[in-house]
């Protein structure tokens, strides 16, 4: 079936520091990829996608994610975190294979910047 | 421009009594997809409506519905409301697909609590 894993219900990361939240994928053709930050009592705000070309793509807030097709993963990293990108972090997949396009999200992970 | 909104923010109902939520699109999106987000099941898709029709349908009962005017904007109904369905009720829009755009912009949001 068709699906998103975030391995890490939490990642704890000091101001800084790089970060890296973790999304693997299963689907079948050509996987459509997205992450996306929501923050308390908001919805959700896109951050970048892969849907072909370079492995590493960059977007929004200095984030870029990085495209394994053979390790079917699309982690979201971040050289320098600051404290006001504590949020939590959710991995989707847009499958036009077999789900008629619909965005299939992982269970998110809650990424926390320490002073 | 300006982003996709809903209406109400917040809203408190009791069991057995419907509701109605509304979602207005980016202006020049066509495409409207709801998503349900709870702490249990994280988010989960509803439906998806382009140009007034249903696109894609997720696995919820019968309860939810939903419509497109022709001006994009978009309505979800739950009839019936049971405890169960207690949550943030997300709205997104997007450009057509033939614009090679696939990423999907979310609303704030409608809390719905069912007492």
């Known amino acids: 079936a068709q699906s998103v894993a975030q391995p890490e219900d939490q990642v704890n990361v000091a101001e800084g520091n790089p970060l890296t939240v973790k999304c693997t994928y299963s689907?079948?053709?050509?996987?459509?990829l997205f992450w996306y930050v929501q923050y308390p009592n908001r919805g959700l705000q896109f951050l970048l996608k892969?849907?072909?070309?370079?492995?590493l793509v960059k977007g929004s807030y200095g984030f870029e994610a990085e495209f394994n097709k053979s390790q079917t993963s699309f982690h979201l990293k971040k050289p320098s975190a600051l404290v006001s990108d504590s949020a939590l972090y959710f991995c989707?997949?847009?499958?036009?294979?077999?789900?008629?396009?619909?965005?299939?999200f992982g269970q998110g992970t809650e990424l926390s910047v320490k002073p | 421009k300006a982003g996709v909104t809903q209406t109400p923010r917040y809203l408190i109902k009791t069991r057995g009594q419907q509701v109605t939520l509304s979602c207005s699109p980016i202006?020049?999106?066509?495409?409207v997809s709801w998503y349900q987000q709870t702490p249990g099941q994280g988010l989960q898709f509803l439906f998806e409506?382009?140009?007034?029709?249903?696109?894609n349908k997720g696995n919820f009962p019968g309860r939810f519905s939903g419509r497109q005017f022709s001006n994009s904007r978009s309505e979800m109904n739950v009839s019936t409301l049971e405890l169960g369905d207690s949550a943030l009720y997300l709205c997104?829009?997007?450009?057509?697909?033939?614009?090679?755009?696939?990423?999907?912009?979310f609303g704030p949001g409608t809390r719905l609590t069912v007492t």
């Open positions: 409506y382009f140009s007034e029709t249903q696109r």
């Open positions: 892969y849907i072909t070309g370079d492995n």
């Open positions: 997104a829009s997007s450009p057509d697909r033939g614009t090679g755009r696939y990423e999907q912009y």
């Open positions: 989707a997949v847009r499958d036009f294979y077999n789900q008629g396009g619909k965005l299939i």
């Open positions: 202006s020049g999106h066509r495409s």
């Open positions: 689907v079948s053709g050509n996987p459509y």
